[in-house]
Structures are given as structure tokens and as C-alpha cells.
């Protein structure tokens, strides 16, 4: 049986304290299921932006997407992550990833390591929390038991692979770092790509009790009657990719109201992706295929 669908959405810019509330609230208002929050230098502080959308609603989780680990020390972050589980009645869930955008950390005066360094670091900052969060003794303490739903974002077998082992919730981003690039752009991969992606995780995956819920950051919304014309802008941008082939993404969701809601429901067959989260500004967009797939 498969999970019912969750959706998440992804606020990115920053606001004063009454804009930023309503902003929240309207997402309440939409039926999203989670509020987050990037981890991106020029955006909103992560800890103290979900404090506030605690404040300003009452319904809906609320978690980091993704903390860039590279930025935080894991002793500061369990501070962090337990005082805000308790300012926001235990609502938080905590998306941590390796980070991928090196002139970030430039600005920042911080290393940005190898690829191999960021995840190590990454494993050590969860093995770090799991050991203080566990810990009785531990103050500040979290509300939630038996602890702070974790999510990590990955692609690579070895993230795949400590996803498998420490996430509630595997995220997929259907894209990968393009090589080279100080910004941290990203270039999509395959359906076929993300296929295998999936697999390589579940047969990490295969011992665990409790299966992860498995999410996808969805790239683009578009509600048109014409499909090919809304994805044409893309194709300068992956021109090794044919129309057809960028319609197959499932990070790009474009077509009439009943032509998206049944590519999602396809890519949950498909993949197993029950929670999506799309970026602020398809905010609006794409709360009508929440109410068609939860109607169904």
C-alpha cells in the first residue's frame, strides 16, 4: 500500500516579519502539509524563519531543505535543532544534505573540501546528533520522541548509502551538480537516470524496520494546454535532451490540471515518491494538483 501523498513547499525569499507570517499562513491556507526553509547564503536564516512560521500557523510541519552541513558545527546545530523543536511544539523536521555551492563557502571564509570531505563531514554531523539528541541527559531537549525526523538529500551511493541508514525521509533531487561550476548549478538527470538512482538506494535500503518516505523536489510547475511550447525554454539549457525527454523529467510537471495530477500519480507508481515539495514561487500553482490528488 502505498503512503498517502505529503507536500512541502519551499520558501525562499526573505521577508519582514508581517510578510513573511502571511506568506506562511497562505501556505496553511493552501493545504500544504510542511513549511521549509533552504540553507543558502541571501535567503532567510533557517532556525529563526521556521520559529516564525510556527508563530504565524498551526497545522502544518515545518523543516530545513536541506542545512548545508558544511556551514554548521554539530554541536551547535543539536542546540539548534533541539531548542527549535521546542519553540515550535515538535513540529520540525531537519533535511540536512553535504552542500553544493562552493562560492558560498568563499563567501563564508569556510572550506568547501571534496566531494568525499563533505560527505564524511555530513555522516559525522549525523552520527554527532543522533549521539547528543539520544541522550537523556541532553539539554536542550527536543519534544518530539523518539526524536527529530531526519531527511537527507542525496544522489551518490555514498549518500544514498547514509540515507539508507540514518533518513525518516530520502530525498531525490533529480539533478546533479554540473562539474565545474562555483554556483552550484544543476544540471537534471534522466527519468531512466533516477530510475536506477532509486533502485541503488532501495537495495541499500533493503534492511531497514520502518521504509523512509521518499521525496522529490519538483523543479517547475506549468498549467497549460501546451505541453511542448511550456517546456521549450528548458531545451537550451539541456540540449542533450530531446522534447520528449524533458517532458519525461519528473522534476519538470507541465499539462493540463488532469495531465499533471496523473504524472505524479504515475511517478509515485514508478518511483515511490510520495512527498513533493515545489519551490516558493509554484507556490500558488500547484496547490490545485494537491486538491485534485487528494480528492482522488
Not at 501556505?27 to 541571501?42: F, K, M, T
Amino acid at each position: 500500500m502505498s503512503r498517502p501523498f505529503r507536500f512541502g513547499v519551499n520558501l525562499m525569499a526573505s521577508a519582514p516579519a508581517d510578510e513573511w507570517a502571511a506568506k506562511c499562513r497562505r501556505a496553511e491556507e493552501l493545504g500544504y502539509d510542511v513549511i521549509l526553509v533552504p540553507d543558502h547564503l541571501g535567503m532567510p536564516a533557517p532556525f529563526p524563519a521556521l520559529v516564525a512560521a510556527a508563530r504565524a500557523t498551526e497545522r502544518p510541519r515545518l523543516g530545513t531543505f536541506v542545512l548545508n552541513a558544511g556551514f554548521w558545527n554539530p554541536a551547535l546545530l543539536a542546540r539548534e535543532v533541539a531548542t527549535t523543536d521546542a519553540l515550535t511544539g515538535g513540529r520540525l523536521e531537519l533535511g540536512l544534505g553535504t552542500g553544493y555551492v562552493r562560492a558560498e563557502h568563499d563567501a563564508a571564509g569556510l572550506p568547501f573540501g571534496s566531494p568525499g570531505e563533505r560527505v564524511d563531514h555530513l555522516r559525522r554531523t549525523v552520527e554527532e546528533l543522533e549521539r547528543l539528541l539520544g541522550d537523556e541527559e541532553y539539554r536542550p531537549r527536543p519534544v518530539q520522541r523518539p526524536g527529530v525526523p531526519l531527511l537527507i538529500g542525496a544522489n551518490g551511493d555514498r549518500m544514498l548509502e547514509l540515507t539508507a541508514r540514518h533518513a525518516a525521509i530520502a530525498a531525490f533531487t533529480g539533478g546533479r551538480t554540473v562539474r565545474g561550476s562555483t554556483t552550484g548549478q544543476l544540471a537534471p538527470i534522466t527519468a531512466e537516470e533516477l530510475d536506477e538512482r532509486v533502485a541503488r538506494y532501495r537495495e541499500l535500503a533493503a534492511g531497514r524496520q520502518e521504509p523512509a518516505e521518499l521525496n522529490l523536489l519538483i523543479q517547475m510547475v506549468v498549467v497549460t494546454e501546451d505541453r511542448e511550447a511550456a517546456v521549450q525554454p528548458l531545451l537550451e539549457h539541456v540540449p542533450h535532451l530531446t522534447t520528449d525527454q524533458v517532458l519525461e523529467l519528473p522534476i519538470f510537471l507541465a499539462g493540463t490540471l488532469e495531465q499533471i495530477t496523473a504524472q505524479v500519480r504515475a511517478q509515485r507508481e514508478r518511483y515511490g515518491f510520495t512527498y513533493l515539495t515545489v519551490l516558493e514561487p509554484y507556490m500558488e500553482v500547484f496547490a490545485p494538483v494537491m486538491r485534485a490528488l487528494r480528492d482522488a
